[in-house]
């Protein structure tokens, strides 16, 4: 059974920093593309950003691109956003997705996060 942990979520001032991480764990023979999504209260969830599995294609939201950087390490299984440049407008919960085969299944599924928190407020 796969498991996705996001970390690093917290209040931050406009302007100001944040990176998140998101651990994957559990019975796993390989990770496609992973990304992050996020939701704000009564909006629907939206595609922040997405990465290959090599790294070699990255993929962004309009509204984040020149801000948010995501990058992946293979090796410990995890992906980053790292968030700058901070707007009240980021504010939302954002979750960690991965496309992963597992090693009992042999096919790639989709896999989501429980989320964290990113509030930005003077």
């Known amino acids: 059974q796969v498991q996705l942990v996001e970390s690093g979520g917290g209040l931050v001032q406009p302007g100001g920093s944040l990176r998140l991480s998101c651990a994957a764990s559990?019975?796993?023979?390989?990770?496609?593309?992973m990304g992050w999504y996020r939701q704000a209260p009564g909006k629907q969830r939206e595609l922040v950003a997405v990465?290959?599995?090599?790294?070699?294609?990255?993929n962004y939201a309009d509204s984040v691109k020149g801000r948010f950087t995501i990058s992946r390490d293979n090796a410990k299984r995890t992906v980053y956003l790292q968030m700058n440049s901070l707007k009240p407008e980021d504010t939302a919960v954002y979750y960690c997705?991965?496309?992963?085969?597992?090693?009992?299944?042999?096919?790639?599924?989709?896999?989501w996060g429980q989320g964290t928190q990113v509030t930005v407020s003077s």
């Open positions: 997705n991965a496309n992963i085969r597992t090693r009992i299944l042999g096919i790639y599924s989709y896999y």
């Open positions: 559990g019975s796993i023979s390989s990770i496609n593309e």
């Open positions: 990465i290959s599995s090599g790294s070699s294609i990255r």
